[in-house]
């Protein structure tokens, strides 16, 4: 098993407790996991984001939220107004809560909030990388499509299968949260490196994989913007594309007069259910409502004037060449240097300090 060289001993992923110091300031990631939040918490994080940092919330491909630009150090005063709003459950183990789960499945946040319960009770799983994932997935199980760790499918009340690392076996709910921890406690015992950071760094001999067999597993594509009627739901969904994955506070207020919580998934988009709002109403906010839209072929770094190393606004040229992108435009990234932060992993343009817009369009 080849482990990526660039790796030595634990991970440096951000929490609040340990932040990643950016080019443009001090950086903190947030668990949430199943990526469930009240909107008044939203909006506390939208004000302290605003008065000490970059004017949004980011949005992280693990359904995470980042705070940045924050003065490095963080003040106590800062700390303790992040922790105030209930999101750092656990000091020792704020980095590993990364947990996903199916975004409309209305049957999962329970099995989500007691894992997470018996993730911070185990000193243990305090070692688990920051890096590492678990997975919660309903009947169409559209986060099986995501590089986790552990999952837990539920196909019934009383059926479900616990998968690891594309294997599986059959497994009742009531017996999830156990067998997805034990897994996880399997991999910390077995792996006999630090920089061993997920169970596909294991040798398939691993105890990790003890007992599994080879399954199907068909995960359903991620919601496209848009209005949805999730099977068995007595209200209709929104599922609200973020641009750039850069939530502003206008649209923070926005989510807040209409819903009281949001479900913010791995794929920089918001899900929430309310009555009769418009889809109008949404996209005259700023957010992506329809499935084809631009922004699905479209990122950037921060740029400036939060980024210190660029003096190109990444954020506003970006914004702006959305608006001539044509459909089926190639994937593109935008960035104000050539560290090129945030580049994604698979084929992409990249567009290094533009000017102007045209320099963006393909
Ligand atoms: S790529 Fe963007 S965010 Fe990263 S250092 Fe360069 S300008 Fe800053």
Redesign the pocket.
């Known amino acids: 098993m080849t482990v990526p060289t660039d790796r030595s001993g634990a991970d440096r992923c951000p929490g609040l407790l340990r932040p990643h110091l950016?080019?443009?300031g001090a950086l903190v990631r947030l668990r949430l996991p199943g990526g469930r939040l009240s909107t008044a918490t939203l909006h506390r994080l939208g004000d302290i984001s605003s008065q000490h940092g970059a004017p949004f919330v980011q949005l992280t491909s693990r359904g995470n939220l980042q705070l940045r630009s924050l003065p490095n150090p963080l003040t106590p005063q800062l700390i303790s107004q992040i922790e105030a709003t209930g999101l750092l459950p656990s000091a020792s183990h704020e980095r590993v809560r990364n947990i996903i789960a199916d975004p409309f499945d209305e049957t999962l946040p329970p099995l989500v909030a007691a894992l997470d319960a018996a993730l911070i009770a185990d000193p243990l799983l305090a070692g688990l990388s920051g890096r590492w994932l678990f997975a919660v997935a309903g009947r169409e199980g559209q986060v099986l499509g995501e590089p986790y760790d552990v999952a837990f499918q539920r196909l019934s009340e009383t059926s479900g299968r616990l998968l690891v690392g594309g294997m599986g076996v059959d497994c009742a709910p009531e017996d999830a949260v156990a067998a997805m921890l034990d897994r996880a406690r399997c991999f910390l015992l077995g792996r006999d490196d630090e920089s061993h950071w997920n169970v596909r760094d294991l040798p398939p001999e691993s105890p990790a994989f003890a007992a599994l067999a080879p399954m199907d597993i068909d995960a359903a594509p991620p919601p496209t913007p848009g209005r949805h009627m999730p099977d068995g739901a007595r209200h209709g969904a929104f599922v609200l594309g973020v641009p750039l994955g850069m939530l502003t506070i206008e649209q923070i207020d926005l989510l807040g007069r209409v819903a009281d919580e949001v479900v913010v998934t791995p794929w920089r988009s918001i899900v929430l259910r309310t009555g009769d709002t418009g889809l109008d109403v949404f996209e005259a906010g700023g957010f992506a409502v329809a499935a084809h839209s631009p922004w699905a072929t479209l990122s950037a770094?921060?740029?400036a004037p939060w980024?210190r190393?660029?003096d190109?606004p990444?954020v506003e040229l970006t914004t702006a060449a959305a608006v001539s992108l044509p459909i089926d435009s190639p994937r593109t990234h935008v960035?104000?240097?050539e560290?090129?932060?945030g580049r994604p992993a698979g084929e992409h343009r990249l567009v290094i300090a533009p000017r102007t817009v045209q320099e963006i369009l393909p």
Request: aromatic share 0%; glycine share 12%; hydrophobic share 25%.
């Open positions: 950016a080019d443009d770094c921060v740029g980024c190393r660029t190109t990444t960035v104000g240097c560290r090129a932060c």
